[in-house]
């Protein structure tokens, strides 16, 4: 496909996205390998679409789980960070347990991304698990993990914020907004 396709397809994702509108999502996963110079227009795309049904998103989730262990994604940190932000601003995708799993094998951006996931996703049990872990994460999984457990009881989240040494000012305000939802 010539450059100018591309930046005509790029126009077009961004057009969908003000709109929100479910019908390219099909097209957009079966050709996705043809797509690559999209792909983040794409991402935004699948985003912004609201009037999906539950049973429709979580074959778009399997899809983008198979397209995330496939060699041209596998290899390229920034379309791997775009599929997994994808699992954390709709929760109807879901997976999470698939990528729970796949949580200590992974770089710290994913880790991240995983731990917003587990909050959109509700998995608080899990969340939980990696509470003693806390201190080891870097800052972008603390502040995820700190985000994360604002769905925590509001006992446990408050022990738990209460007892963190927090020195930037974002992480602060973070946490006491956590606290308070």
């Known amino acids: 496909m010539k450059e100018s396709h591309y930046i005509r397809l790029r126009w077009f994702y961004r057009r969908l996205t003000q709109i929100g509108h479910p019908g390219a999502i099909d097209i957009s996963l079966d050709e996705i390998a ?5 792909f983040a227009n794409i991402c935004t795309y699948l985003t912004s679409v609201q009037s999906v049904e539950q049973e429709r998103w979580m074959r778009v989730g399997t899809i983008l789980l198979d397209l995330l262990d496939s060699n041209e994604v596998r290899g390229n940190e920034y379309f791997r960070l775009s599929i997994l932000s994808l699992f954390t601003k709709n929760q109807y995708i ?9 949580y200590t094998s992974s770089e710290p951006f994913v880790r991240r991304e995983i731990l917003l996931s587990a ?12 509470k003693e872990s806390y201190q080891t994460m ?3 999984q603390q502040i995820a993990y700190i985000y ?3 769905g925590f009881p509001k006992d446990e989240k408050k022990y738990f ?3 963190l040494t927090l020195t930037r000012p974002f992480e ?10």
Do not use: I, M
Not at 120 to 129: G, P, S
């Open 34 to 38: 043809k797509l690559g110079p999209c």
């Open 94 to 102: 879901n997976h999470f347990s698939n990528l729970a799993r796949r």
């Open 119 to 130: 909050k959109q996703n509700l998995a608080f049990d899990w969340l939980r698990e990696h």
């Open 138 to 140: 870097d800052y972008w």
């Open 148 to 150: 994360g457990s604002s």
């Open 161 to 163: 914020l209460n007892r």
């Open 172 to 181: 602060t305000v973070l946490a006491k907004w956590a606290k308070n939802l």
